[in-house]
């Protein structure tokens, strides 16, 4: 089964992001939440035989972002759905973290690429008028920034590969939806998300690699 899941959550990345079409909504929502339930599933395998605490509140944090992907058209609902999901993805990864200078030192490229894109995001948004966002956008970067910050310093290359994904997916989404679309964002931000997600949950195996010895 453990095989046979992310050739499955693959075709059904694809046939979303290729092949089917975005209306009607209710038909577009089915198929882009099919992979996310497809992750899901693997996380619970992925957890298996003994879980612990970690796998818990990322397991939550996988629910909670199929919920903002099904809610994601009402954009703060959405929102607030995978903010709540980050949350419980950065108790989780703080639950196996390992303090470390060199990866602690990671945090300086994240504040500073936070300043920049929140910069830009909400200087677009005050110029259009959209102040009600700012205050929601500002929290969704500070948080995303912070779970990226967590998983790095559990020590884990899928956490750390699958945040910094994370990041690229809503940064993309973010600059095509509030400063300037351009040909090709929905695509790459939908391989992002599923990726970041896909190994969020494949770290699962090796989460609490502390106690194994097999992290990296």
């Not at 209306?23 to 599933?41: D, G, R, T, W």
């Not at 903010?83 to 989780?92: K, L, M």
């Not at 470390?100 to 910069?119: D, E, M, Q, R, T």
């Not at 095509?176 to 699962?204: R, V």
Request: aromatic share 16%; net charge neutral.
């Amino acid at each position: 089964m453990l095989y046979r899941l992310p050739i499955l959550i693959l075709t059904t990345g694809i046939v979303y992001i290729f092949i089917s079409p975005s209306e009607p909504l209710a038909f577009s929502i089915f198929f882009k939440v099919i992979p996310m339930v497809l992750i899901l599933i693997y996380a619970f395998e992925q957890s298996l035989p003994t879980r612990k605490a970690v796998h818990y509140w990322i397991i939550g944090g996988i629910t909670l972002s199929l919920i903002g992907d099904a809610t994601l058209h009402w954009f703060l609902i959405g929102l607030s759905a995978f903010f709540v999901g980050h949350v419980f993805y950065t108790i989780g990864f703080l639950k196996v973290w390992r303090f470390s200078l060199p990866k602690s030192l990671s945090a300086i490229p994240l504040i500073l690429f936070a300043v920049w894109i929140g910069y830009q995001l909400i200087s677009q948004l005050q110029a259009d008028g959209e102040t009600a966002f700012i205050i929601p956008v500002a929290a969704y970067i500070g948080i995303i920034i912070l779970m990226a910050f967590t998983a790095i310093m559990t020590g884990n290359r899928w956490a750390t590969l699958g945040s910094i994904l994370f990041i690229v997916s809503d940064s993309v989404l973010a600059w095509n939806m509030f400063i300037s679309s351009f040909t090709g964002a929905s695509e790459m931000i939908m391989i992002t998300y599923y990726g970041a997600q896909f190994l969020i949950a494949h770290s699962l195996f090796t989460i609490d690699a502390k106690h194994k010895g097999i992290s990296w």
